[in-house]
T-cell receptor, first 112, second 113 residues
Framework: AQSVTQLDSQVPVFEEAPVELRCNYS??????LFWYVQYPNQGLQLLLK??????LVKSINGFEAEFNKSQTSFHLRKPSVHISDTAEYFC??????????FGTGTQLKVEL | NAGVTQTPKFQVLKTGQSMTLQCAQD?????MSWYRQDPGMGLRLIHY???????DQGEVPNGYNVSRSTTEDFPLRLLSAAPSQTSVYFC????????????FGQGTRLTVV
């Protein structure tokens, strides 16, 4: 069985500041890792994913995440946030058994 | 393409009533799943299906039934609604396994009174 921990339930940040949303996982097998974003009153959308290969993965809108196997982490970062990045972000892991396990989510609130 | 379509968007039920949440996808995806989203708990997997005729339980299956008679449709049935089933329900589909990108519907907000 696998689990995902998102330590921060809310992260307030000013526009153009950097941000890091933390995600740690536990699994006894190799994992696939994901970040999904949920805008208000919408379903989730895939932001980026790590399946294999380079441990640093990037999204088209400037977010990046690095898979760190020794620390079992997959933190999400953006060097300069925009007001439109305000949303809830979910880290997820698939570690066999064909089931996706989500964290509890981090609400990112970007302020002017 | 419409993607993943969920109906209804909102529903109020009385305790003990039954209902079916509909989910349809037009992407010919093999893998479909149902989640419930509750404040502070993220998304929890209810049931999933790896193809027509095949379903399996997720993390919180009690009180829910599913069937998968076609590739396109994956309805979720509440047998006897309880206030604890008040939640937002999301249906998702993926091309094959759970480790490929999941496409989510807009959600169904269910209130059981």
């Amino acid at each position: 069985a696998q689990s995902v921990t998102q330590l921060d339930s809310q992260v307030p940040v000013f526009e153009e500041a950097p941000v890091e949303l933390r995600c740690n996982y536990s699994s006894s097998v190799s994992v696939y890792l994901f970040w999904y974003v949920q805008y208000p009153n919408q379903g989730l959308q895939l932001l980026l994913k790590y399946l294999s290969g380079s441990t640093l993965v990037k999204s088209i809108n400037g977010f990046e995440a690095e898979f760190n196997k020794s620390q079992t982490s997959f933190h999400l970062r953006k060097p300069s946030v925009h007001i439109s990045d305000t949303a809830e972000y979910f880290c997820a892991v698939e570690g066999g058994g064909n089931k996706l396990t989500f964290g509890t989510g981090t609400q990112l609130k970007v302020e002017l | 393409n419409a993607g993943v379509t969920q109906t209804p968007k909102f529903q109020v039920l009385k305790t003990g009533q039954s209902m079916t949440l509909q989910c349809a996808q037009d992407m010919n995806h093999e893998y479909m799943s149902w989640y419930r989203q509750d404040p502070g708990m993220g998304l929890r997997l209810i049931h999933y299906s790896v193809g027509a005729g095949i379903t399996d339980q997720g993390e919180v299956p009690n009180g829910y039934n599913v069937s998968r008679s076609t590739t396109e449709d994956f309805p979720l049935r509440l047998l006897s609604a309880a206030p604890s089933q008040t939640s937002v329900y999301f249906c998702a589909s993926s091309p094959d396994r759970a480790n490929t990108e999941a496409f989510f519907g807009q959600g169904t907000r269910l209130t059981v009174v």
